[in-house]
């Protein structure tokens, strides 16, 4: 075993950092989380010694008195999840390539918790694509996603989670989007079309569209399902009538709705949505006061952020005016439409804001700020050099003491406590004596109870790892070998033992938006800890051009921005386990009992690369808990034997734990609109590269005009029997959908066909005194059977039904099957000539021991399951010109992707290499290195050369 999986034990260490008894922790969990205590360790490494602010005359020192006092927020247990991409934009024919990083929310060191990391990629329709599970070491792992023409045009959600993460909620969760074209620039006709609203008499109104199912799945035949979403709100209709193949779409809409969602099912299950903008050029523009609230008297900084109707920020100017219609404020946002104003708000008046240039209404259109209240406090925080300074403004008589807590990532770094003079508090901290990222300013009265909050991002580039990219070769031209050499140092220029990946591409792989892209310090420091989408998160770290610092405070004052809720708990409970690496797990009790099981003795038993066997005895719960190999093939085949106390094979109920992904949220506000023009430039240069290559491998007589691509599955030695002897099945029904549709009342194969599957068979009892179960295919004449290719004798029929479902590999139905009248005379060699038919179909089951009816009978005590293990590996290749057979001047090297290396360690020195050959593509080519420490320190690195002819 790689760790120490003792069930159920409480973890006592914990008591040093929480201050919680064992009383005051709950677990919920089905086994242990192993590793937990090295997270404790480390968090308190982290943070030293508690850390107090004096200040004169109005501060004072408060004692801490525990440990446990540091941890302020649940989300310090959490990991952080990233993915580093490629690109954001892909044709079906490249792949999705990723790095995956995962460390501690608090500290930032690659984490311990999670061996393995669920990755998914998620269609417009809202369905998963593919999943992978990504082996992670030290926090780190790779992998991709290769496209195809199965994936249609449309914006795909990419997210990543652990196990750990899902006991934080879906702030935890990684997701990102990218836009997938089709790579023949052919787009198949929308099936969801004249979608749009009408208006049927004055403030009511009528959604319609036009849904063909048939472009999507040429076997709908029938009744069309379709979810309707409107504002969030969802509905199901049925679709019962279609008219030349289109099916109508009619419904009434609320009046001011915004947004409506078209999401079609067929009756196999494939789906295609579409969103469309009810009010189109409609604006959002939102105001936050700092610290939460407007106050009378007190002068306040005021965020605010536009958005347009697809949620992007938008640039917008105008004016503040209060209730008599005075013009209080002008206000002009920065590119992403946020910006900040001041206001001396009064208690007796509202205010509202109109904008310059109308958009989404008329110039009158009044934007609300937010109420004033009459009494109260703020709490401002700003930059001045290295401070970092507070204020705390009341208008009201304050005697009791106010207390500033001061956090980031959850973990505590000064408490303050502090009395107003004067209706006013004003200090200051040193920014270095906090680290760099989001810092959280609390003010709370006595009894501790959050008052106004802040959020404030401290910006500290010299304390990032310092990266240094040198190129061997000043001047490189096409096709030249590129040898790199990266360096890692800490801020003193000492070496430093760090994890990097090396992306470089052509600029046409990214186009000219790579500089404001998300990266690995734009994850950790800023995007990680804020709600919602942080729209160009690169453009607040790139190098070249760093964000003016009121810019990223405005971020803080806007999309950071809240109102702190008093009825809201920290939680101390942690429902899902940690995953170390792929496991089985469950409990076993009786067949006949839900009474657990002790002692039960377990054999496990897999059937992957590299077979095992392992026993084990449920504990006192009838709990088991089983390692999985390092299987890299997503799914493992495996059998668990049981056995009584004796050691004698018995049967019992086992029962494995179900792991299930979190809720999806896919955002809809993607499918609105045209493409913009970026993405249409990256899209059409791709295509360009396509058709070129195309071109050279057809000149070159690589493929035929009008080729066809034929696929065939693999076939067993059985199937391969079968289908020689009887020919193509015209249905497949796996052996997975027969066991999710077996119900606890299901008695064998047939009753779960029966039920299940009546369009294909018909199940029919035959004989005499109740007789048997007995198939037949929907019309396919006379119907047999063949178990494993073994044709099934006629007096053995009746043992057909009783099949256990979860021996069965797959049913396949064979309609007027070849050779029938051989098989007839086989399954009744007593049969008279004149009475065997010329045609018939066949029902061919294939079971996991592949040795006919009798071998399919259950064993006593053995369950088969399949259960997910790590997806296999995926090499990134690029040609190498080493010789003259490998470098063709003739065919084009049209890669835009140039080399990625997503898992490079640096050695003693702190040096890496890395050595690739450039394409036939000129112009900027850049290199992206990112690089993290087992101690949580990061660092980012950009360099920009010119490959020429």
Same mark, same amino acid.
């Given at each position: ?220 035949? &029938? ?108 206000? &002009? ?229 809240? &109102? ?372 949580? &320190? ?12």
């Amino acid at each position: 075993m790689r760790g120490s999986h003792r069930f159920y034990e409480r973890i006592n260490s914990m008591r040093g950092l929480t201050g919680c008894t064992n009383a005051q922790i709950s677990l919920s969990c089905k086994h242990p989380m192993i590793l937990i205590d090295r997270l404790v360790d480390r968090v308190r490494d982290s943070i030293g010694p508690a850390m107090l602010l004096g200040a004169a005359l109005v501060l004072a020192a408060l004692p801490v008195r525990a440990q446990s006092e540091h941890v302020v927020a649940h989300a310090a247990w959490a990991e952080k999840i990233y993915l580093q991409l490629d690109a954001d934009v892909y044709t079906t024919d490249q792949t999705i390539w990723f790095k995956a990083v995962v460390v501690e929310s608090a500290t930032h060191r690659p984490s311990a918790l999670s061996g393995v990391l669920h990755v998914e990629l998620i269609r417009p329709d809202e369905q998963v694509a593919e999943r992978k599970r990504i082996k992670l070491t030290d926090g780190i792992g790779s992998g991709g996603f290769v496209l195809g023409e199965q994936y249609v045009q449309g914006s795909y959600l990419l997210r990543a989670y652990t196990e750990w993460n899902k006991n934080f909620g879906g702030d935890f969760i990684f997701q990102r989007y990218v836009d997938v074209f089709p790579a023949t620039g052919k787009i198949r006709s929308n099936p969801i079309t004249a979608l749009h609203l009408r208006e049927q008499e004055a403030n009511s109104y009528q959604l319609h569209a036009q849904l063909n199912p048939q472009l999507i799945d040429k076997n709908h035949q &029938k009744h069309l399902t379709v979810y309707l979403t409107v504002d969030g709100k969802r509905d199901t209709l049925v679709i019962k009538g279609a008219r030349n193949g289109y099916y109508p779409l009619e419904y009434a809409i609320p009046n001011g709705s915004a947004l409506a969602t078209v999401n079609m099912e067929t009756e196999n299950g494939i789906r295609h949505s579409k969103t469309i903008a009810l009010q189109d050029g409609s604006l959002d523009l939102q105001f936050f006061a700092e610290s939460g609230q407007l106050v009378h008297g007190i002068t306040t900084k005021v965020g605010f952020k536009a958005l347009d109707n697809r949620g992007n920020g938008t640039t917008v100017s105008g004016v503040v005016m209060d209730s008599k219609g005075r013009t209080v404020a002008p206000f &002009k946002s920065n590119h992403l439409g946020m910006g900040i104003l001041a206001l001396t708000p009064d208690s007796t008046l509202s205010y509202y804001a109109v904008l310059d240039s109308p958009q989404g209404g008329s110039r009158l259109q009044r934007y609300p700020l937010p109420h004033v209240i009459g009494n109260g406090r703020v709490l401002s925080v700003a930059k001045s050099g290295d401070e970092i300074e507070l204020k705390i403004l009341s208008n009201c008589a304050e005697t009791d003491s106010l207390f500033i807590q001061v956090s980031c990532r959850g973990i505590m770094h000064y408490l303050i406590k502090a009395s107003m003079k004067n209706q006013r508090i004003a200090t200051s901290l040193p920014a270095e004596g906090l680290p760099e990222g989001i810092i959280s300013f609390t003010l709370m009265d006595r009894q501790m109870r959050p008052l106004a909050g802040r959020l404030f991002f401290n910006r500290r580039p010299e304390t990032r790892l310092q990266v240094d990219v040198s190129p061997a070769d000043s001047n490189p031209r096409k096709r030249s070998k590129a040898d790199l050499s990266i360096r890692v140092a800490d801020s003193n220029g000492d070496a430093v033992d760090a994890r990097v990946s090396v992306l470089v591409m052509h600029r046409d792989h990214v186009g000219n938006a790579w500089t404001a892209r998300q990266n690995l310090l734009t994850q950790l420091l800023l995007s990680s800890e804020l709600r919602g989408d942080v729209a160009d998160p690169g453009y607040y770290f790139h190098s070249a051009n760093a964000a003016p610092f009121d810019h990223l405070d405005v971020l803080m004052l806007t999309q950071g921005w809240r &109102k702190y809720r008093y009825d809201t708990l920290l939680s101390d409970s942690f429902h899902f386990p940690n995953e170390p690496f792929p496991y089985i797990s469950g409990k076993v009790h009786g067949v006949l009992s839900s009474k657990a099981r002790a002692a039960i003795g377990l054999t496990l038993m897999t059937l992957g690369q590299r077979p095992s066997v392992t026993a084990q005895n449920t504990d006192s719960l009838g709990r088991f808990y089983f390692e999985l190999p390092d299987d890299y093939s997503d799914s493992l085949d495996v059998l668990i034997q049981s056995a009584n106390k004796a050691g004698k094979n018995r049967n019992y109920t086992i029962a494995l734990d179900e792991r299930k992904p979190p809720p999806l949220v896919y955002d809809q506000l993607r499918s609105i609109g045209s493409v913009d023009s970026v993405v249409s430039l990256l899209v059409q240069k791709k295509l360009e590269r396509a058709r070129r290559e195309y071109s050279y491998r057809l000149a070159t007589g690589e493929i035929m005009l009008d080729e066809v691509l034929v696929e065939r599955r693999v076939l067993s030695p059985q199937q391969q029997k079968v289908l020689d002897r009887y020919g193509e099945p015209d249905v497949i029904i796996s052996g997975k959908a027969i066991q999710d549709k077996e119900e606890k009342w299901s008695y064998g194969l047939y009753s779960v066909l029966l039920f299940n599957f009546p369009d294909d068979l018909r199940i029919e009892r035959v004989g005499d005194n109740g007789g048997y179960l007995r198939a037949r295919i929907m019309g396919g004449e006379t119907t047999l059977v063949v178990v494993d290719g073994i044709p099934v004798m006629n007096q053995n029929y009746e043992l057909i039904p009783s099949i256990p479902p979860s021996e069965v590999k797959s049913v396949e139905l064979i309609r007027f099957a070849k050779n029938f009248s051989a098989l007839y005379r086989e399954a009744y060699p007593e049969a008279h000539p004149l009475e065997i038919p010329a045609m018939g179909s066949v029902i061919a089951i294939y079971t996991h021991a592949g040795k006919g009816l009798f071998a399919a009978r259950k064993p006593t005590g053995l369950l088969q399951a399949t259960v997910p293990v790590y997806s296999p590996v995926i090499e990134f290749y690029a040609p190498r010109y080493e010789s003259p057979e490998d470098n063709d001047p003739e065919r084009p090297d049209l890669r835009t992707l140039i080399y990625w290396a997503p898992e490079l360690s640096t050695d003693a020195t702190g040096k890496a290499t890395a050595s690739y050959y450039h394409s036939d593509a000129s112009g900027e080519t850049i290199v992206v290195v990112e690089a993290i420490s087992p101690e949580g &320190k990061i660092g980012y690195k950009e360099l920009v050369y010119q490959v020429t002819d």
